[in-house]
């Protein structure tokens, strides 16, 4: 059984930061693509960053350059470093395999607000 166990989020200013951490189990992240999503109040779930299994990253338009993906293949985790965020960056965030395959953990929120 694959689960994810995503932590991290909170209450930040603009312009600050954020690591957001998925705890992994049943599947092997060096060997699965992998992926961070988010889903805003109202909004349906949008894919962020994502990791293939030989290391190579995508980034959508709103969070390239401010967003880094990786992961470590000791401890079975995948994070997400966010830096910069604004407002519009307000969610809950998940990660999943890159095609959401597998239950929805319980996502981890991000709130960015003065």
């Known amino acids: 059984q694959v689960q994810f166990v995503e932590s991290g989020g909170g209450l930040v200013q603009p312009g600050g930061s954020l690591r957001l951490s998925c705890a992994v189990s049943?599947?092997?992240?060096?060997?699965?693509?992998m992926g961070w999503f988010r889903q805003a109040p109202g909004k349906q779930r949008e894919l962020v960053a994502s990791?293939?299994?030989?290391?190579?990253?995508y980034y959508t338009d709103f969070v390239k350059g401010r967003f880094t993906i990786s992961r470590d293949n000791d401890y079975n985790m995948v994070y997400l470093s966010m830096n910069n965020l604004k407002p519009d960056d307000t969610a809950v965030y998940y990660c999943?395999?890159?095609?959401?395959?597998?239950?929805w953990g319980q996502g981890t929120q991000v709130t960015v607000s003065s």
């Open positions: 999943n395999t890159r095609t959401g395959w597998y239950t």
């Open positions: 049943g599947t092997i992240v060096s060997r699965t693509y």
């Open positions: 990791i293939t299994g030989d290391g190579s990253t």
